[in-house]
């Protein structure tokens, strides 16, 4: 029986779900605040999990197009020592991650609803749920207004500057790469491919900072942080960078995910820290699954089949972050002595290249009918 479905938030889950309870038959009403909806933020990762829903959608080819392929992840100390170095092929030949502007995911869906029709209501700031629809899809991100009074939301200490940098010779093509000096200054570089509107190939560069310390970067001037970034990668073109955007990020837990008729997808239910990559890949996920409980008639069934999935990337960012993305740099040394040797070991190395995949659902299960090679 077709069901009248009001979706929050128009960023990655939401469309995602709108496609695919459409095409099913039931009538979707995407509500967004803004007016003119456009991506926030620089790059993000889609990783084979994601690029396996997109194609599903039918969308992947756009984002394949204009994204960067992204073969191996290489981590170094600020005195050379190899932290990390995974190639995705050593999991599975032909296995690669995609490096993407926001806005390169956002129009291959936004596209997709405006071919398809699907109503979407810009400009509408809902400050309560509508109780007009048979079911309520919350999907308005990491900040979002509508979660249950039992849902913790903690920010995290630590957020990032993002910012891009032409690429045109290639030089930072298949790696996202990444240097540590202790856990206080982590500078990373993700091929991003085009962004919407250009021809040039760019790559998203992300630098650690304390939440409480933006002010005081602000007030230091470019010039001083461009010494800082130097000290890593010396010589970094830094006059070529972008503009510079601020983003915090967040811890939301919350469980179980359907209460009534309201359901709650991807950040809205479970922001974590990007330590993993994982975010928009887990959203894309949740609208699967989603549209999967409800085609079967079995939504009751939704919370406990993301749990696992969910579960496990918040437990692990959780544990993971501090060793990058901190205050203690005591946790440094330990890192450094003991992550380059184990990620060459064969068991943990494999569990280590699941995990980036996006498949894992607990320390020896996973996904795998959710990896693809992006064909």
């Not at 039931?26 to 194609?55: D, I, N």
């Not at 205050?327 to 064969?346: K, N, Y």
Request: with cysteine; aromatic share 10%; charged share 20%.
């Amino acid at each position: 029986m077709p069901l009248d479905i009001g979706i929050v938030g128009c960023g990655t889950a939401g469309p995602a779900a709108a496609l695919f309870l459409h095409r099913q038959g039931h009538k979707v009403t995407v509500y967004e605040r803004v007016p003119e909806p456009k991506p926030v933020g620089a790059g993000l990762l889609l990783q084979p999990t994601g690029m396996a829903v997109l194609a599903r959608l039918g969308v992947l080819e756009p984002v394949l197009r204009d994204g960067a392929r992204i073969e191996r992840l290489l981590g170094k100390t600020s005195y050379g020592r190899v932290v990390l170095d995974l190639a995705y092929a050593d999991l599975r030949p032909g296995l690669f991650g995609l490096g993407v502007h926001r806005g390169t995911l956002f129009r291959a869906l936004w596209d997709a609803l405006l071919d398809e029709k699907i109503e979407v209501r810009c400009g509408v700031c809902v400050d309560v749920l509508p109780d007009r629809h048979d079911l309520v899809v919350v999907a308005d991100g990491a900040r979002s207004l509508h979660r249950p009074p039992a849902a913790r939301v903690r920010p995290y200490p630590w957020g990032a500057l993002w910012t891009s940098l032409p690429d045109p010779d290639g030089r930072w093509a298949g790696v996202l790469a990444q240097w540590y000096r202790d856990t206080r200054q982590m500078l990373g570089f993700l091929p991003s491919g085009r962004a919407p509107g250009s021809g040039t190939p760019e790559v998203s560069v992300f630098w650690s900072i304390r939440a409480d310390g933006v002010e005081a970067w602000r007030a230091r001037g470019r010039d001083a942080w461009f010494a800082e970034l130097r000290g890593l990668v010396p010589d970094l073109p830094v006059e070529q960078l972008g503009e510079v955007v601020y983003a915090p990020y967040f811890d939301v837990r919350m469980y179980p995910y359907v209460q009534g008729k309201t359901v709650w997808l991807g950040d809205a239910a479970h922001a974590m820290s990007p330590q993993l990559g994982q975010g928009a890949n887990l959203a894309l996920v949740d609208a699967m699954v989603l549209a999967d409980c409800i085609g079967s008639g079995t939504l009751d069934r939704y919370s406990a089949l993301r749990r696992s999935h969910v579960g496990f990337y918040q437990v692990a960012s959780r544990w993971l972050t501090p060793f990058f993305q901190s205050s203690f740099p005591i946790l440094a040394p330990a890192r450094d002595l003991v992550a380059g040797p184990l990620h060459r070991w064969g068991w943990y190395r494999r569990q280590m290249l699941s995990s980036l995949a996006g498949s894992k659902t607990g320390i020896f299960s996973e996904l795998p009918t959710l990896l693809t090679d992006g064909a």
